[in-house]
């Protein structure tokens, strides 16, 4: 598909014949003029152009450093014509500047600076002319580049397995189960009793996949559960608060503590022991019982059915666990792997891959190779711009 502005075979040909037609023309003009075209002439031009501008000298030093840059501009132009890199013309018009700058003349060897502007501005206008045509020819090659490199890219996208519609949903139920099953989780949290909600997190916790964290090294929830299983009726209170009741105990004071649930060391040392795993699980909350669309299908056909048989065990607020029996029951007979990786090759090639589906994506590629052929036919009649400026073309 043609990217806007960039180059057309048939653009390139008329603009390219043009600028080699207007290159001859300019180059007659200068034909024979040794220095001229190649810059020569420009870098003498200016170094007498900054002698005379820096010309304003008042003691005896500035004048004998002016005296010096004058000698080795003389000297170089000597060498230039010698060399027959600057023609003679050119040589007596640099020559005569300098001379009038060497008698302190600056409005002389001004003027005679000004009388090679008219040939310096032709020598410029065929190298205006060079660049321009060097820069179509470049673009075209640059075009052809990347339509090749495009074409090679898309001719490796495979087909998807399902359309864009069904990858789009899938990503919608994953989406839908983690969030209902994020607010079962965390409605769980606050409002199951301790002493329920404690044993099933520990359960959870134990290599099931499910998400809720392990007790870290140096946590030991064991006082904790031991504590929450006295069935001593002072210790109701402690046992009926939910888990987040239990996070907010260590900021109770001890008088407050021995008051409303029993010994306060206690329950204290108890929470102490398992506090880092009690923490872990409140800064995992939103994410423990998370599944993404891009995990590994065989990691998900492990997870998923113990997530769903743990959101089961949550109690019903939601269709979390429905939810998740359906992604599950997709996990068993392969239409989540399909889902998957169409969501993975829309997601990695966006447009390229919907067309893909569509079998609109040949269509464009056969454009493309097309467009690269015709651009490099037109390109194969017209010289390279190394060619052309060496005066070949």
Same mark, same amino acid.
């Given at each position: 598909?043609?990217?806007?502005?960039?180059?057309?075979?048939?653009? !390139?040909?008329?603009?390219?014949?043009?600028?080699?037609?207007?290159?001859?023309?300019?180059?007659?003009?200068?034909?024979?003029?040794?220095?001229?075209?190649?810059?020569?002439?420009?870098?003498?031009?200016?170094?007498?152009?900054?002698?005379?501008?820096?010309?304003?000298?008042?003691?005896?030093?500035?004048?004998?450093?002016?005296?010096?840059?004058?000698?080795?501009?003389?000297?170089?132009?000597?060498?230039?014509?010698?060399?027959?890199?600057?023609?003679?013309?050119?040589?007596?018009?640099?020559?005569?500047?300098?001379?009038?700058?060497?008698?302190?003349?600056?409005?002389?060897?001004?003027?005679?600076?000004?009388?090679?502007?008219?040939?310096?501005?032709?020598?410029?206008?065929?190298?205006?002319?060079?660049?321009?045509?060097?820069?179509?020819?470049?673009?075209?090659?640059?075009?052809?580049?990347?339509?090749?490199?495009?074409?090679?890219?898309?001719?490796?996208?495979?087909?998807?397995?399902?359309?864009?519609?069904?990858?789009?949903?899938?990503?919608?139920?994953?989406?839908?189960?983690?969030?209902?099953?994020?607010?079962?989780?965390?409605?769980?949290?606050?409002?199951?009793?301790?002493?329920?909600?404690?044993?099933?997190?520990?359960?959870?916790?134990?290599?099931?996949?499910?998400?809720?964290?392990?007790?870290?090294?140096?946590?030991?929830?064991?006082?904790?559960?031991?504590?929450?299983?006295?069935?001593?009726?002072?210790?109701?209170? !402690?046992?009926?608060?939910? +888990?987040?009741?239990?996070?907010?105990?260590?900021?109770?004071?001890?008088?407050?503590?021995?008051?409303? !649930?029993?010994?306060?060391?206690?329950?204290?040392?108890?929470?102490?022991?398992?506090?880092? *795993?009690?923490?872990?699980?409140?800064?995992?909350?939103?994410?423990?019982?998370?599944?993404? *669309?891009?995990?590994?299908?065989?990691?998900?056909?492990?997870?998923?059915?113990?997530?769903?048989?743990?959101?089961?065990?949550?109690?019903?607020?939601?269709?979390?666990?429905?939810?998740?029996?359906?992604?599950?029951?997709?996990?068993?007979?392969?239409?989540?792997?399909?889902?998957?990786?169409?969501?993975?090759?829309?997601?990695?090639?966006?447009?390229?891959?919907?067309?893909? *589906?569509?079998?609109?994506?040949?269509?464009?590629?056969?454009?493309?190779?097309?467009?690269?052929?015709?651009?490099?036919?037109?390109?194969?009649? +017209?010289?390279?711009?190394?060619?052309?400026?060496?005066?070949?073309?």
């Amino acid at each position: 598909m043609a990217s806007p502005g960039a180059p057309s075979a048939d653009t !390139f040909e008329s603009e390219a014949q043009g600028l080699l037609d207007a290159i001859a023309r300019a180059r007659k003009r200068v034909d024979g003029v040794a220095g001229l075209v190649d810059g020569t002439l420009d870098r003498f031009r200016e170094r007498v152009d900054r002698l005379i501008r820096e010309s304003e000298v008042d003691n005896w030093r500035q004048v004998r450093i002016f005296t010096r840059d004058v000698d080795a501009i003389a000297a170089d132009l000597g060498k230039a014509a010698k060399e027959k890199r600057l023609s003679l013309r050119l040589v007596a018009g640099l020559d005569a500047s300098l001379r009038k700058a060497r008698k302190r003349d600056f409005y002389g060897a001004r003027k005679a600076w000004r009388k090679l502007d008219r040939v310096a501005e032709q020598g410029a206008e065929v190298r205006r002319l060079q660049i321009s045509y060097r820069e179509g020819y470049r673009a075209v090659e640059a075009r052809i580049r990347q339509l090749r490199a495009q074409v090679d890219r898309l001719q490796k996208i495979p087909k998807p397995p399902s359309s864009p519609e069904d990858a789009q949903e899938f990503n919608e139920r994953v989406d839908a189960f983690n969030g209902a099953a994020t607010a079962a989780y965390l409605d769980f949290l606050a409002r199951s009793r301790a002493d329920q909600a404690i044993p099933l997190l520990l359960e959870a916790s134990q290599g099931t996949g499910i998400g809720v964290p392990a007790p870290p090294p140096g946590s030991d929830p064991e006082p904790l559960l031991r504590l929450l299983n006295n069935a001593s009726p002072q210790g109701e209170a !402690f046992r009926s608060r939910s +888990f987040y009741g239990l996070l907010e105990l260590p900021g109770y004071s001890d008088a407050k503590l021995t008051h409303v !649930f029993g010994d306060a060391r206690l329950i204290r040392s108890a929470l102490d022991s398992g506090w880092a *795993w009690l923490k872990a699980i409140r800064d995992d909350e939103r994410r423990s019982l998370q599944i993404q *669309w891009s995990e590994d299908v065989t990691v998900l056909k492990r997870r998923t059915p113990s997530i769903v048989g743990f959101v089961d065990r949550l109690g019903k607020l939601n269709d979390a666990a429905e939810r998740g029996r359906e992604l599950a029951a997709a996990l068993q007979d392969g239409r989540f792997d399909a889902w998957q990786s169409a969501a993975r090759l829309y997601a990695t090639h966006g447009d390229s891959a919907v067309r893909k *589906w569509r079998g609109t994506l040949e269509k464009d590629v056969e454009t493309m190779n097309k467009e690269a052929a015709k651009l490099a036919a037109v390109l194969k009649r +017209f010289p390279d711009p190394a060619k052309v400026e060496s005066g070949g073309g």
